[in-house]
Protein backbone atom coordinates (compact mmCIF):
# COMPACT_ATOMS: atom_id res chain seq x y z
CA UNK A 1 0.00 0.00 0.00
CA UNK A 2 1.48 3.49 -0.96
CA UNK A 3 -0.01 6.75 1.15
CA UNK A 4 0.79 10.05 0.72
CA UNK A 5 1.21 11.99 3.67
CA UNK A 6 0.98 15.65 3.22
CA UNK A 7 0.84 18.32 6.48
CA UNK A 8 -1.00 21.73 4.79
CA UNK A 9 0.03 24.93 4.75
CA UNK A 10 -0.52 27.81 7.21
CA UNK A 11 -2.71 30.49 5.73
CA UNK A 12 -3.05 33.23 8.39
CA UNK A 13 -1.59 36.91 9.21
CA UNK A 14 1.20 35.66 10.74
CA UNK A 15 3.25 32.65 11.61
CA UNK A 16 6.78 31.87 13.31
CA UNK A 17 7.95 28.42 13.09
CA UNK A 18 8.11 27.77 17.46
CA UNK A 19 9.17 24.40 16.75
CA UNK A 20 6.51 23.40 14.72
CA UNK A 21 6.07 20.02 13.95
CA UNK A 22 2.72 17.75 13.11
CA UNK A 23 3.89 15.31 16.13
CA UNK A 24 0.47 13.37 16.06
CA UNK A 25 0.64 12.34 12.55
CA UNK A 26 4.39 12.13 12.37
CA UNK A 27 3.72 9.46 15.09
CA UNK A 28 1.10 7.81 12.88
CA UNK A 29 3.16 7.76 9.87
CA UNK A 30 6.15 5.85 11.92
CA UNK A 31 3.38 3.44 13.03
CA UNK A 32 2.06 2.72 9.64
CA UNK A 33 5.87 2.51 8.03
CA UNK A 34 6.66 -0.10 10.69
CA UNK A 35 3.82 -2.28 9.52
CA UNK A 36 4.70 -1.99 5.64
CA UNK A 37 3.27 0.62 4.41
CA UNK A 38 4.76 2.86 2.09
CA UNK A 39 5.09 6.74 2.97
CA UNK A 40 5.53 9.81 1.00
CA UNK A 41 5.36 12.44 3.24
CA UNK A 42 5.19 15.99 2.15
CA UNK A 43 5.50 19.03 4.77
CA UNK A 44 4.17 22.09 3.27
CA UNK A 45 5.68 23.94 6.06
CA UNK A 46 9.24 23.05 5.38
CA UNK A 47 10.53 25.85 4.07
CA UNK A 48 11.66 29.19 5.96
CA UNK A 49 13.14 32.63 5.24
CA UNK A 50 15.25 32.70 8.02
CA UNK A 51 17.20 30.86 10.32
CA UNK A 52 17.43 31.89 13.83
CA UNK A 53 18.36 30.69 16.94
CA UNK A 54 17.48 27.03 18.50
CA UNK A 55 16.30 26.14 15.66
CA UNK A 56 13.56 28.63 15.21
CA UNK A 57 12.68 30.77 12.08
CA UNK A 58 10.41 32.87 9.59
CA UNK A 59 8.57 30.52 7.60
CA UNK A 60 8.97 31.36 3.70
CA UNK A 61 5.33 32.90 2.99
CA UNK A 62 3.17 34.86 -0.22
CA UNK A 63 0.49 37.01 -0.07
CA UNK A 64 -2.53 35.94 -0.91
CA UNK A 65 -6.42 37.02 -1.22
CA UNK A 66 -8.03 37.73 2.20
CA UNK A 67 -11.31 34.96 3.30
CA UNK A 68 -14.05 37.89 2.93
CA UNK A 69 -14.93 38.15 6.54
CA UNK A 70 -11.55 39.30 7.05
CA UNK A 71 -11.04 42.18 4.23
CA UNK A 72 -11.15 45.10 6.72
CA UNK A 73 -8.74 43.73 8.68
CA UNK A 74 -5.11 46.29 7.46
CA UNK A 75 -3.00 43.72 7.32
CA UNK A 76 -1.46 41.23 4.50
CA UNK A 77 -2.94 37.74 4.71
CA UNK A 78 -0.43 35.05 3.58
CA UNK A 79 -0.07 31.45 3.07
CA UNK A 80 3.12 30.08 4.89
CA UNK A 81 5.41 27.42 3.77
CA UNK A 82 6.21 25.90 0.21
CA UNK A 83 4.88 27.53 -2.87
CA UNK A 84 2.15 25.98 -4.35
CA UNK A 85 4.35 25.45 -7.63
CA UNK A 86 6.96 23.35 -5.52
CA UNK A 87 3.94 21.30 -4.10
CA UNK A 88 2.97 20.53 -7.88
CA UNK A 89 6.22 19.62 -8.58
CA UNK A 90 6.80 17.51 -5.42
CA UNK A 91 3.43 15.49 -6.18
CA UNK A 92 4.34 14.53 -9.59
CA UNK A 93 4.77 10.81 -10.59
CA UNK A 94 2.74 10.18 -6.66
CA UNK A 95 0.59 6.93 -6.99
CA UNK A 96 -0.79 6.33 -3.91
CA UNK A 97 -3.74 4.28 -2.93
CA UNK A 98 -4.76 6.82 -0.12
CA UNK A 99 -3.82 10.68 0.69
CA UNK A 100 -3.64 11.32 4.81
CA UNK A 101 -4.00 15.08 5.66
CA UNK A 102 -3.29 16.47 9.08
CA UNK A 103 -4.82 19.37 10.83
CA UNK A 104 -3.74 21.54 13.55
CA UNK A 105 -5.41 24.98 14.68
CA UNK A 106 -9.33 25.55 13.63
CA UNK A 107 -8.68 28.89 11.84
CA UNK A 108 -6.13 27.31 9.85
CA UNK A 109 -8.84 25.37 7.61
CA UNK A 110 -8.81 27.41 4.69
CA UNK A 111 -5.34 26.02 3.61
CA UNK A 112 -7.03 22.26 3.95
CA UNK A 113 -9.51 24.03 1.79
CA UNK A 114 -7.44 24.76 -0.77
CA UNK A 115 -5.17 21.92 -0.65
CA UNK A 116 -7.98 19.38 -1.16
CA UNK A 117 -8.86 21.31 -4.76
CA UNK A 118 -5.71 21.19 -5.77
CA UNK A 119 -5.58 17.33 -4.54
CA UNK A 120 -8.18 16.45 -6.69
CA UNK A 121 -6.92 17.27 -10.15
CA UNK A 122 -3.96 15.11 -9.31
CA UNK A 123 -5.57 12.14 -8.06
CA UNK A 124 -8.51 9.95 -7.74
CA UNK A 125 -7.88 8.22 -4.82
CA UNK A 126 -9.72 8.54 -1.29
CA UNK A 127 -8.47 11.31 1.10
CA UNK A 128 -8.62 10.97 4.54
CA UNK A 129 -8.31 14.38 6.74
CA UNK A 130 -7.64 14.03 10.74
CA UNK A 131 -6.02 15.99 13.41
CA UNK A 132 -7.36 18.85 15.74
CA UNK A 133 -9.01 20.71 13.70
CA UNK A 134 -11.01 17.42 12.27
CA UNK A 135 -11.44 16.23 15.63
CA UNK A 136 -12.66 19.64 17.20
CA UNK A 137 -14.87 20.84 14.68
CA UNK A 138 -15.86 17.61 13.06
CA UNK A 139 -18.85 18.31 11.37
CA UNK A 140 -17.86 21.86 9.89
CA UNK A 141 -14.82 20.10 8.46
CA UNK A 142 -17.42 17.34 7.23
CA UNK A 143 -19.46 20.33 5.80
CA UNK A 144 -16.76 22.07 4.17
CA UNK A 145 -13.63 19.95 3.05
CA UNK A 146 -13.76 17.91 0.17
CA UNK A 147 -12.32 14.71 1.68
CA UNK A 148 -13.81 11.01 1.60
CA UNK A 149 -13.12 10.47 5.26
CA UNK A 150 -12.80 12.86 7.96
CA UNK A 151 -11.73 11.29 11.48
CA UNK A 152 -11.79 12.40 14.86
CA UNK A 153 -9.03 11.19 17.44
CA UNK A 154 -11.05 9.41 19.11
CA UNK A 155 -12.07 7.29 16.22
CA UNK A 156 -8.91 5.77 15.36
CA UNK A 157 -9.61 2.19 15.53
CA UNK A 158 -12.19 2.81 12.06
CA UNK A 159 -9.20 4.53 10.43
CA UNK A 160 -7.24 1.57 10.77
CA UNK A 161 -9.94 -0.31 9.97
CA UNK A 162 -10.19 1.40 6.68
CA UNK A 163 -6.39 0.42 5.91
CA UNK A 164 -6.95 -2.84 6.84
CA UNK A 165 -4.02 -2.36 9.54
CA UNK A 166 -3.75 -3.60 13.17
CA UNK A 167 -4.65 -1.13 15.84
CA UNK A 168 -2.76 -0.94 19.16
CA UNK A 169 -3.63 1.76 21.18
CA UNK A 170 -0.55 1.34 23.29
CA UNK A 171 1.85 0.74 20.85
CA UNK A 172 0.58 3.47 19.04
CA UNK A 173 1.26 6.10 21.75
CA UNK A 174 4.41 4.67 22.94
CA UNK A 175 5.63 5.37 19.33
CA UNK A 176 8.34 7.76 18.29
CA UNK A 177 8.99 9.35 14.98
CA UNK A 178 11.12 8.50 12.88
CA UNK A 179 12.55 11.78 11.55
CA UNK A 180 14.80 10.54 9.37
CA UNK A 181 12.61 8.98 6.88
CA UNK A 182 10.57 12.25 6.75
CA UNK A 183 12.86 15.45 6.75
CA UNK A 184 15.57 15.54 4.95
CA UNK A 185 17.13 17.97 7.43
CA UNK A 186 16.68 18.73 11.28
CA UNK A 187 17.04 21.75 13.20
CA UNK A 188 15.48 20.74 16.04
CA UNK A 189 13.65 17.74 17.48
CA UNK A 190 9.96 17.01 19.08
CA UNK A 191 9.10 14.04 21.62
CA UNK A 192 6.76 13.78 23.87
CA UNK A 193 7.43 11.60 27.23
CA UNK A 194 3.54 11.73 28.27
CA UNK A 195 0.09 11.71 26.37
CA UNK A 196 -2.74 13.56 27.31
CA UNK A 197 -3.44 15.44 30.98
CA UNK A 198 -5.04 13.54 34.24
CA UNK A 199 -7.39 16.51 35.00
CA UNK A 200 -10.28 17.69 32.77
CA UNK A 201 -10.38 21.39 33.21
CA UNK A 202 -13.77 22.78 31.56
CA UNK A 203 -12.14 25.10 29.21
CA UNK A 204 -9.39 22.97 28.17
CA UNK A 205 -9.65 20.86 24.62
CA UNK A 206 -6.81 18.41 25.49
CA UNK A 207 -9.33 15.45 26.82
CA UNK A 208 -11.04 15.87 23.34
CA UNK A 209 -7.71 15.31 21.94
CA UNK A 210 -6.85 12.26 24.07
CA UNK A 211 -8.95 10.69 26.85
CA UNK A 212 -6.23 9.07 28.61
CA UNK A 213 -3.03 9.61 30.34
CA UNK A 214 -0.21 7.53 29.26
CA UNK A 215 3.48 7.70 30.13
CA UNK A 216 6.44 6.61 27.73
CA UNK A 217 8.92 4.41 29.38
CA UNK A 218 12.06 6.43 30.70
CA UNK A 219 14.42 4.26 28.75
CA UNK A 220 12.83 4.80 25.56
CA UNK A 221 12.26 8.66 25.81
CA UNK A 222 16.70 8.24 26.61
CA UNK A 223 17.01 5.94 23.83
CA UNK A 224 15.71 8.48 21.21
CA UNK A 225 17.37 11.26 22.95
CA UNK A 226 20.51 9.67 22.46
CA UNK A 227 19.75 8.60 18.87
CA UNK A 228 19.06 12.25 17.65
CA UNK A 229 21.74 13.60 19.80
CA UNK A 230 24.71 11.30 17.85
CA UNK A 231 22.94 12.95 14.55
CA UNK A 232 23.79 16.23 15.82
CA UNK A 233 20.66 17.74 17.28
CA UNK A 234 20.99 19.93 20.32
CA UNK A 235 17.89 20.89 20.55
CA UNK A 236 14.91 19.05 22.00
CA UNK A 237 11.00 20.47 22.35
CA UNK A 238 8.62 18.91 24.74
CA UNK A 239 5.37 18.45 23.78
CA UNK A 240 3.76 16.95 26.52
CA UNK A 241 0.59 18.89 28.14
CA UNK A 242 1.46 17.49 31.87
CA UNK A 243 5.30 16.98 31.62
CA UNK A 244 5.49 18.13 35.64
CA UNK A 245 2.54 16.30 36.65
CA UNK A 246 3.71 13.30 39.61
CA UNK A 247 6.97 15.22 40.01
CA UNK A 248 8.70 12.21 41.31
CA UNK A 249 8.29 10.67 38.38
CA UNK A 250 9.65 13.81 36.42
CA UNK A 251 12.82 14.07 38.23
CA UNK A 252 13.57 9.96 37.36
CA UNK A 253 13.30 10.89 33.90
CA UNK A 254 15.54 13.90 34.41
CA UNK A 255 17.76 11.87 36.47
CA UNK A 256 18.54 9.45 33.42
CA UNK A 257 18.49 12.37 30.42
CA UNK A 258 20.99 14.00 33.07
CA UNK A 259 23.11 10.28 32.78
CA UNK A 260 23.65 10.78 29.66
CA UNK A 261 25.94 13.27 29.55
CA UNK A 262 25.07 14.98 26.96
CA UNK A 263 24.80 19.03 26.00
CA UNK A 264 21.31 19.36 25.32
CA UNK A 265 18.56 22.30 25.07
CA UNK A 266 15.27 21.37 26.10
Known amino acids: MNILAINPWIVDFAAYDFWLKP ?21 CLDKKATQESCGRGKYYSQIIEKPPCLKDIPRYFKRY ?54 TLCFTHAKENISCDF ?34 PHLD ?19 KKLFDDFLKLPFEKV ?21 FLYEKEHTKKLLKEIKKLNLHLHF
Open 150 to 183: VFKNDDLDDFFKLLNIEFNKEILYSTLPYYEYFY
Open 23 to 43: YGFLVILTYLKNRGIKIDYID
Open 188 to 206: YVVLRASWGCPFSCSYCAI
Open 222 to 242: TKFILHYHQKGIKEFILYDDA
Open 81 to 134: GITKEELENKLKNKNPDYILLTSSMTYWYPAIKELTVMLRNYFDVPIILGGTYA
